[in-house]
C-alpha cells in the first residue's frame, strides 16, 4: 500500500531522529495513531475542554482578533471577562450567542454561564483552552512558546483567586441561579429522605425497579452517575453468603487508565432497612429484567414497562444488552423520583445525581465511622475531597456546641 501524505515529527532523544524529520504514514498508520490519542482523555472530558475552546474563540471574535496562536495577553483579556464582577452587558449578550448550543432535547438552544464565574470554573477553563491549543498547536507544526506557562498570567490568575471572594450572597433563589457563576452546592440525600422516596415508586413496573436499584445501589455504593451507568453484572459478584455484593469497577474518573481495579463492597441491609437494601434491588431488577451479561440499567421502552404478569411471571426486556443508560439519565431518575415523590419540605431543585454520593458521605459520618473509611468507600485521593461531601446538618451543629458547654459544666462539677 503507497504512503499517505500523514507525518508525524520525531522529538528529538538518543537513538532518536534530530528535531524536523518526518515520517510518511499510511492511512491505516495514522487511524490508529489518532484512534489511541483521542483515548488520552474521556470522552466528556473532550467535550468540557471544546467547549472551552470555543467559548475563547467566540471572545477573540467578538475583539477582532484571532484566537490561535494565542498570547498571554488575549488569554489574561478573555478570564478576566470571565471573573469580571460587573462585565458589558453587550459584550456578555453576544458572546452568549456565539456561544449557545443544542439542549440534549433539541427543542431549544441552551447559553454558556454568564459572568462573574468563580475562579474554579475559570481555571478548569483555562485547562481546556490550554489542552485544544496544544492539540492545534501540535497538528500544525507550531513552533512557538506556550502562551499558558507565561509569568504575567500566572500572577493573573493568582490575583483573580485572592479577588474571587463573592459580595454579599442575592437572597432570591431564582435570581442566585440566574448568576450561573456561583457554585451552588447541592443537598446530601438522608437515609429517611431516600425511604420516603423509594417507598413512592411504582415497583410493579420495570421502570419503578430499575430506578429503585439506582437509588439504593448509588447511595450504598457511593459510585459516581458515570460508574452507575456503566455498570455491568459480569462484575458485580454476591457474596457466598448472599450478605454483601462486591463491584469491581475497571475504570473510574480517578483510575481513567485502568491501571488498578477499584472494589466496592455494598452490604445487605437489616429487614428494618429492607425496603432501601441495595443487595434485594439489585437482584430483583436481574429477575425481573432478564439481563443475565452487559450493562446492569438498561433503556426501558414505553411497550416494555409492563405491570408483573399475573401469573407472577416478569417481564424481560428485549434485546436490553449493549443499551446502558447514560449518566444524564441517571441524574433523571434521581431527580424524577424525588419529585414524584413530592415530600412536603423537600425541593427538587435542592438535590442533582450527587446528593446520593453526599448522602452516604454524610450519613456515616453521622454514625461516628472514621473518615478515612468515609474516604476508602468514595475512591478519593486526598482527604480534603471526602470532607467536602460531608455535609453535616444545623441540628448535629448545635448539638455539638451544646456538647461542649455540658462538657464543661461535668468538669467544673467533678472539680468541686
Same mark, same amino acid.
Given at each position: 500500500?503507497?504512503?499517505?501524505?500523514?507525518?508525524?515529527?520525531?522529538?528529538?532523544?538518543?537513538?532518536?531522529?534530530?528535531?524536523?524529520?518526518?515520517t510518511?504514514?499510511?492511512?491505516?498508520e495514522a487511524?490508529?495513531?489518532?484512534?489511541?490519542?483521542?483515548?488520552?482523555?474521556?470522552?466528556?472530558?473532550?467535550?468540557a475542554y471544546?467547549?472551552d475552546?470555543?467559548g475563547?474563540?467566540?471572545?477573540?471574535?467578538?475583539?477582532?482578533?484571532?484566537?490561535f496562536?494565542?498570547?498571554?495577553?488575549?488569554?489574561?483579556?478573555?478570564?478576566?471577562?470571565?471573573?469580571?464582577?460587573?462585565?458589558?452587558?453587550?459584550?456578555?449578550?453576544a458572546?452568549?450567542?456565539?456561544?449557545?448550543?443544542?439542549?440534549?432535547?433539541?427543542q431549544?438552544?441552551?447559553?454558556?454561564?454568564?459572568?462573574?464565574?468563580?475562579?474554579?470554573?475559570?481555571?478548569?477553563?483555562?485547562?481546556?483552552?490550554?489542552?485544544?491549543h496544544?492539540?492545534?498547536?501540535h497538528?500544525?507544526?507550531?513552533?512557538?512558546?506556550?502562551?499558558?506557562?507565561?509569568f504575567?498570567?500566572r500572577?493573573?490568575?493568582?490575583?483573580?483567586?485572592?479577588?474571587?471572594?463573592?459580595?454579599?450572597?442575592?437572597?432570591?433563589?431564582?435570581?442566585?441561579?440566574?448568576?450561573?457563576g456561583?457554585?451552588?452546592?447541592?443537598?446530601?440525600?438522608?437515609?429517611?429522605?431516600?425511604?420516603?422516596?423509594?417507598?413512592k415508586?411504582?415497583?410493579?413496573?420495570?421502570?419503578?425497579?430499575?430506578?429503585?436499584?439506582?437509588?439504593?445501589l448509588?447511595?450504598?455504593?457511593?459510585?459516581?452517575?458515570?460508574e452507575l451507568?456503566?455498570?455491568?453484572?459480569?462484575?458485580i459478584?454476591?457474596?457466598?453468603?448472599?450478605?454483601?455484593?462486591?463491584?469491581?469497577?475497571?475504570?473510574?474518573?480517578?483510575?481513567?487508565?485502568?491501571?488498578a481495579q477499584?472494589?466496592?463492597?455494598?452490604?445487605?441491609?437489616?429487614?428494618?432497612?429492607?425496603s432501601?437494601?441495595?443487595?434485594?434491588a439489585?437482584?430483583?431488577?436481574?429477575?425481573?429484567? *432478564? !439481563?443475565?451479561?452487559?450493562?446492569?440499567?438498561?433503556? #426501558?421502552w414505553? +411497550?416494555q414497562?409492563? %405491570?408483573?404478569? &399475573?401469573?407472577? @411471571?416478569?417481564?424481560?426486556i428485549?434485546?436490553?444488552?449493549?443499551? *446502558? !443508560?447514560?449518566?444524564?439519565?441517571?441524574?433523571?431518575? #434521581?431527580?424524577? +423520583?424525588?419529585?414524584? %415523590?413530592?415530600? &412536603?419540605?423537600? @425541593?427538587?431543585?435542592?438535590?442533582?445525581?450527587?446528593?446520593?454520593r453526599?448522602?452516604?458521605?454524610?450519613?456515616?459520618?453521622?454514625?461516628?465511622?472514621?473518615?478515612?473509611?468515609i474516604?476508602?468507600?468514595?475512591?478519593?485521593?486526598?482527604?480534603?475531597?471526602?470532607?467536602?461531601?460531608?455535609q453535616?446538618?444545623?441540628?448535629?451543629?448545635?448539638?455539638?456546641?451544646?456538647?461542649?458547654?455540658?462538657?464543661?459544666r461535668?468538669?467544673?462539677?467533678?472539680?468541686?
Open positions: 500500500m503507497a504512503s499517505s501524505k500523514h507525518v508525524v515529527r520525531s522529538v528529538k532523544r538518543s537513538g532518536a531522529a534530530p528535531i524536523g524529520f518526518e510518511l504514514l499510511t492511512d491505516d487511524s490508529r495513531i489518532d484512534t489511541a490519542r483521542q483515548s488520552a482523555k474521556s470522552e466528556n472530558t473532550r467535550r471544546l467547549a475552546w470555543r475563547y474563540e467566540a471572545y477573540c471574535r467578538l475583539k477582532h482578533r484571532p484566537a496562536p494565542a498570547t498571554p495577553s488575549g488569554i489574561e483579556a478573555y478570564i478576566t471577562f470571565l471573573a469580571h464582577e460587573a462585565p458589558s452587558q453587550s459584550d456578555v449578550d458572546w452568549q450567542r456565539l456561544t449557545a448550543f443544542n439542549l440534549p432535547n433539541g431549544k438552544l441552551g447559553q454558556r454561564p454568564a459572568p462573574p464565574l468563580s475562579i474554579q470554573t475559570v481555571k478548569r477553563a483555562v485547562a481546556g483552552m490550554r489542552f485544544v496544544g492539540l492545534v498547536a497538528q500544525q507544526s507550531y513552533d512557538g512558546l506556550d502562551p499558558f506557562q507565561d504575567g498570567l500572577q493573573t490568575l493568582n490575583g483573580l483567586k485572592r479577588t474571587s471572594v463573592r459580595k454579599a450572597p442575592i437572597s432570591s433563589r431564582d435570581a442566585k441561579i440566574k448568576r450561573h456561583a457554585h451552588e452546592r447541592k443537598a446530601a440525600l438522608t437515609i429517611d429522605q431516600l425511604k420516603l422516596i423509594v417507598e415508586l411504582n415497583i410493579a413496573t420495570l421502570s419503578g425497579m430499575r430506578d429503585r436499584t439506582i437509588l439504593c448509588g447511595f450504598s455504593s457511593g459510585l459516581r452517575r458515570s451507568a456503566a455498570l455491568q453484572v459480569e462484575y459478584k454476591l457474596s457466598r453468603d448472599h450478605q454483601f455484593l462486591t463491584i469491581t469497577l475497571l475504570y473510574s474518573k480517578g483510575n481513567q487508565q485502568g491501571d477499584e472494589v466496592v463492597t455494598v452490604p445487605r441491609l437489616s429487614e428494618d432497612d429492607a432501601i437494601c441495595a443487595v434485594r439489585y437482584l430483583t431488577w436481574l429477575e425481573a429484567s *432478564g !439481563i443475565r451479561k452487559g450493562y446492569v440499567f438498561s433503556r #426501558i414505553p +411497550a414497562d409492563l %405491570a408483573i404478569h &399475573p401469573t407472577g @411471571d416478569r417481564v424481560a428485549e434485546a436490553g444488552y449493549g443499551q *446502558g !443508560i447514560t449518566p444524564e439519565a441517571i441524574k433523571n431518575v #434521581i431527580k424524577r +423520583a424525588i419529585s414524584s %415523590a413530592a415530600i &412536603p419540605g423537600i @425541593d427538587v431543585d435542592d438535590f442533582s445525581g450527587h446528593s446520593l453526599s448522602g452516604i458521605a454524610t450519613s456515616m459520618a453521622e454514625a461516628g465511622q472514621e473518615v478515612y473509611l474516604k476508602e468507600q468514595l475512591r478519593h485521593k486526598n482527604l480534603s475531597t471526602t470532607l467536602r461531601y460531608i453535616s446538618s444545623n441540628v448535629r451543629q448545635s448539638d455539638a456546641v451544646l456538647g461542649a458547654f455540658s462538657k464543661r461535668e468538669t467544673k462539677s467533678d472539680e468541686r
